[in-house]
């Protein structure tokens, strides 16, 4: 079993609507989660964090965390053309000294 | 406030040879880390350094290593260089110990022939 997993996609979506992205985690222990976007040719950048269950908002982004399910979700409102790449769910455990990564969706957001 | 850089960007390297990448975090952060990302398995944590010390070590052979120098900035080596080791390889700061995220250079695109 994968520490981190995603669908790899691609998700497709029109320009407007909610995209909704999942990951799972394996390791009970994990204490911190994030979600990266990578635009092709680019190396990923942070766009949300996520520590303890609930949501988290920020702008038209919204994480989710289910520490009982193991669980991380990102929710896109309002997509946008621009929101088009491959999208990373990672998870750090005790010490938070390594990052892993699930192998990303790729969102592809249609005008 | 300049972000974590990666030199050189590109690279072509021969079967054998060996390597060398430099990453400067950005400025304050003592952590860095760094993976290796390729098609087929994603993201692969290869190391971690905090204050000269490694941490941390992914599931890599013994040739690959790396170091970190007292003003943080960081070096990662891999001898006798094989065909599978072509790559992006990405270098990533944290200020401390990584809770709240790693902030990504644009990574050293190695390519062996």
């Known amino acids: 079993q994968k520490e981190v997993e995603q669908n790899s996609g691609p998700l497709s979506v029109p320009e407007g609507a909610i995209a909704s992205l999942n990951c799972t985690y394996s390791?009970?222990?994990?204490?911190?989660f994030f979600w990266y976007r990578q635009y092709s040719g680019k190396s990923p950048e942070l766009i949300m964090s996520i520590y303890s269950n609930g949501d988290k908002e920020d702008g038209r982004f919204t994480a989710q965390l289910n520490k009982a399910s193991q669980y991380v979700s990102l929710l896109i409102r309002d997509s946008q053309p621009s929101d088009s790449a491959t999208y990373l769910c990672?998870?750090?455990?005790?010490?938070?000294?390594?990052?892993?990564f699930g192998t990303g969706t790729r969102l592809l957001v249609s005008p | 406030k300049a972000g974590v850089t990666q030199t050189p960007r590109y690279l072509i390297k021969t079967r054998g040879q060996q390597v060398t990448l430099s990453c400067s975090p950005i400025?304050?952060?003592?952590?860095v880390s760094w993976y290796q990302q390729t098609p087929g398995q994603g993201l692969q944590f290869l190391f971690e350094?905090?204050?000269?010390?490694?941490?941390n070590k992914g599931n890599f052979p013994g040739r690959f290593s790396g170091r970190q120098f007292s003003n943080s900035r960081s070096e990662m080596n891999v001898s006798t260089l094989e065909l599978g080791d072509s790559a992006l390889y990405l270098c990533a700061s944290s200020p401390g110990s990584g809770e709240y995220g790693y902030t990504f250079g644009s990574g050293t695109r190695l390519t062996v022939v």
């Open positions: 400025s304050g952060h003592r952590s």
């Open positions: 990672a998870v750090t455990g005790t010490g938070f000294q390594k990052l892993v």
């Open positions: 350094y905090f204050s000269e010390t490694q941490r």
């Open positions: 390791d009970r222990g994990s204490q911190s």
